[in-house]
């Protein structure tokens, strides 16, 4: 802790040559290595935040959901979770991102803020919308660091579920799943924002993965003239909408977006983040559920897992050799996600690993 800030932790991590400071309230996040070191590849003490997918219970039935999720989907126990963050906090998570299905659904999720909080870290939350009230908006507002709501057709539910946030003075990130489809929808978003965008807090894009109940190579983001509009109308939104990306876009982020390339991360999976599923099992990604990646914390230790098991320490040196030596962004993308190369907004690396995508029918 610094002085008598208790929001404000700073750590110090001697082994590696690196300091992190995390404020609690904001989110802001600094890691700063010493001088003369190069900042690290992964966090030999665990993970910063861990991706926890507490429920696989949703009523929405989304066909390109990555989790398959359905009413027939799990809850993980109020006990599994605290003995999650037992560990958690032994290893110094800062946050935690509640994932589903649908997490707010989930029966004992306030008790899963309230006991998120209890061990010191912060916790955030996405949600399709469905199933927000009156606990659980008072709950999100007193407890969590930030709240995403996924922007879905038909936008009139979302708005709605977006308005219960408003009322509550809870400033959402917005997520949006950018395809070859749904990438016309952006590109008029960034035209002309729409009203209900005014309040809040980011606009955040997510690239389209190709894994899960309905998975469809034809959806991948791959017409370049659409790729360099929808990037161009990036640049022009400063002041006007802020926006964000995952790490997943990070090959065309650094390729179109003009801003210093120290607010750039490459993929941060396995190196300074982890997913656990409800039945607790951990791996470096939460897109990862449909192989045997991963470790189980019913029969290993947390920090185990993470510094030893073997598709953890496979899944960092895919980071590390990931073949874009001759790229002048290779030092920020890292060789953009190490799981599924057909993310890639890259011409270099789609013509490198021999990808032939057509372009839509109106390049």
Known sequence: MVGKTPHIVHKKYEEQHYAVLFNKKTGYFVRAEDNGFPEPLWAKHGPELLDISITNWCDKGCSFCYRKSTTKGTHMSLEDYRFIMKQAKELDVFQVALGGGNPNQHPDFIKILETTVEHGIVPCYTTNGRGLNNDILKATKELCGSVAISAYEPCSEFRSHLEQLFAYDIKANVHFVTDSQSIDTAISWLKNPPSFLEGINSLIFLNYKPIGRKPDMSLLLKDKEKIKEFYGLVNKSKGVLKIGFDSCSISGVVKYVNVNSEFY???????????????????????????????????????????????????????????????????????????????????????????????????
């Open 265 to 363: 991360e490459g993929c941060d999976a396995g190196r300074f983040s982890a997913f656990i599923d409800e039945n607790l099992r951990m791996m470096p990604c939460s897109f990862m559920t449909n192989n045997d990646w991963f470790g189980d914390l019913r029969t290993n230790s947390m920090l185990d897992i993470w510094q030893n098991n073997s598709f953890f320490k496979k899944y960092r040196n895919n980071i590390l050799n990931n073949g874009c030596t001759s790229c002048a962004f290779q030092k920020t993308c890292m060789g953009g996600c190490p799981f599924i190369d057909e993310l890639s907004q890259c011409d270099w690396k789609d013509e490198r690993l021999g990808f032939s995508f057509p372009q839509t029918q109106n390049s």
